[in-house]
């Protein structure tokens, strides 16, 4: 009766380092990434149609950043201060400030019709700054953002999905 | 080992690696082509150029833009964003770019194309420096695929000025 006990613990123990061991390995390539992309974010979900019909609700984009100044043209991902989400957008105008190297940045949505200081911008803001910008898209794949889109939208999906899999995981005879 | 959801699980695995091996190898194949895109800005008129209300310099021009850009569409193109900057230096700012007007290309039989317009966007500095400015006109593009990695270059066309007082 012990032996058949300590085997049980031994078993459920493994599981359980296993699980532990699949975690932090996810963990891990998720902050490499972080690195070798320099964004906090390396991927981000579109959530609103104000890129199309180029970059479309749903859509998965991949993101990079380094120190090198940004340009007109580029479809950068940027956090405006009070509200959560963050924005991807085009830079339509770029000054950069000669004494101070300070670069200041204009942004819009391709399929807005006006400039971001019209709705985006916190009140009274007219530029963005460099170190507002947390990337720049580099690729993307398209509608693979919907899974995302859809538990954020509806969480009872999420927890259902994370049950379901913990539950694969403990039965699971090997 | 035979259950079915072993079964899903490894058919799901290899079907969405596959997937992601194809849209990487779509991606790739855009580095074969190499485009010989061409393009010409004319100014055809400069049609005010005042100092606003906030000290600002801000200018509307008519713009006579021609380009060729098929060769840049590949099979894995979805659009060509292309966009006209004016870049310029002033004795506050090293390097101004304002975009002055852009346009989508949906597809390769719109690639060649010929525009007559005025600004779509505001032509402004930040401070009084554009009078007799010389500016260049960049023609930039970049390329959206529908998988994959993002490309963009620009063709700088140079030799434009400002007129030296306002009008």
């Given at each position: 009766?012990?032996?058949?006990?300590?085997?049980s613990?031994?078993?459920s123990t493994?599981?359980?380092?296993n699980?532990?061991?699949?975690?932090?390995?996810?963990?891990?390539?998720?902050?490499?990434?972080?690195?070798?992309?320099?964004?906090?974010?390396?991927?981000?979900?579109?959530l609103?149609?104000?890129m199309?019909?180029?970059?479309?609700?749903?859509?998965?984009?991949f993101?990079?950043?380094?120190?090198?100044p940004?340009?007109?043209?580029?479809?950068?991902?940027?956090?405006?201060?009070?509200?959560?989400i963050?924005?991807?957008h085009?830079?339509?105008?770029?000054?950069?400030e000669?004494?101070?190297e300070k670069?200041t940045i204009?942004?819009?949505?391709?399929?807005?019709?006006?400039?971001?200081?019209?709705?985006?911008?916190a009140?009274?803001?007219?530029?963005?700054?460099q170190?507002h910008?947390?990337?720049?898209?580099m690729?993307?794949l398209?509608?693979?953002?919907?899974?995302?889109?859809?538990?954020?939208?509806?969480?009872?999906?999420?927890?259902?999905?994370?049950?379901?899999?913990?539950?694969?995981?403990?039965?699971?005879?090997? | 080992?035979?259950?079915?959801?072993?079964r899903?699980?490894?058919?799901?695995?290899?079907?969405?690696t596959?997937?992601?091996?194809?849209?990487?190898?779509?991606?790739?194949?855009?580095?074969?082509?190499?485009?010989s895109?061409?393009?010409?800005?004319?100014?055809l008129?400069?049609?005010?150029?005042?100092?606003?209300?906030?000290g600002?310099?801000?200018?509307?021009?008519?713009?006579?833009?021609?380009?060729?850009?098929?060769?840049?569409?590949?099979?894995?193109?979805k659009?060509?964003?292309?966009?006209?900057?004016?870049?310029?230096?002033?004795?506050?700012?090293?390097?101004?770019?304002?975009?002055?007007?852009?346009g989508?290309?949906?597809?390769?039989?719109?690639?060649?194309?010929?525009?007559?317009?005025?600004?779509?966007?505001?032509?402004t500095?930040?401070?009084?420096?554009l009078?007799?400015?010389?500016?260049?006109?960049?023609l930039?593009?970049?390329?959206?695929?529908?998988?994959?990695?993002m490309?963009?270059?620009?063709?700088?066309?140079?030799?434009?000025?400002?007129?030296d007082?306002?009008r």
């Amino acid at each position: 009766m012990d032996s058949f006990r300590s085997i049980s613990i031994r078993r459920s123990t493994t599981q359980a380092i296993n699980l532990g061991m699949m975690m932090t390995s996810a963990l891990m390539m998720w902050k490499l990434w972080m690195c070798v992309s320099g964004t906090e974010s390396p991927v981000v979900v579109v959530l609103t149609g104000s890129m199309e019909p180029g970059i479309k609700k749903g859509d998965l984009l991949f993101l990079h950043m380094n120190q090198s100044p940004i340009c007109s043209g580029e479809i950068v991902v940027f956090n405006v201060e009070g509200k959560e989400i963050p924005i991807v957008h085009r830079v339509v105008t770029v000054h950069e400030e000669r004494e101070t190297e300070k670069v200041t940045i204009l942004t819009k949505g391709d399929n807005n019709r006006v400039d971001d200081r019209h709705g985006v911008y916190a009140d009274g803001q007219l530029w963005l700054e460099q170190n507002h910008i947390q990337g720049r898209v580099m690729g993307f794949l398209p509608y693979l953002g919907w899974a995302t889109i859809i538990m954020t939208e509806k969480p009872v999906i999420k927890y259902i999905l994370i049950g379901a899999l913990s539950l694969l995981v403990i039965t699971s005879k090997e | 080992m035979h259950s079915f959801g072993y079964r899903a699980n490894a058919l799901i695995t290899f079907a969405v690696t596959i997937l992601a091996l194809m849209c990487a190898i779509a991606s790739l194949s855009d580095n074969l082509n190499s485009p010989s895109p061409s393009s010409q800005v004319q100014v055809l008129n400069i049609n005010w150029f005042q100092k606003q209300p906030n000290g600002n310099d801000e200018v509307s021009m008519t713009l006579n833009i021609s380009a060729d850009l098929q060769s840049m569409f590949t099979w894995n193109t979805k659009q060509v964003f292309v966009f006209i900057a004016a870049e310029y230096e002033t004795p506050k700012n090293a390097l101004n770019q304002v975009s002055l007007w852009d346009g989508i290309i949906p597809s390769k039989e719109h690639a060649k194309f010929w525009i007559h317009t005025t600004n779509k966007y505001r032509f402004t500095d930040q401070g009084s420096n554009l009078r007799g400015k010389e500016f260049n006109l960049t023609l930039h593009w970049h390329v959206m695929p529908k998988t994959g990695k993002m490309f963009a270059d620009k063709i700088v066309m140079s030799g434009f000025r400002l007129p030296d007082e306002y009008r």
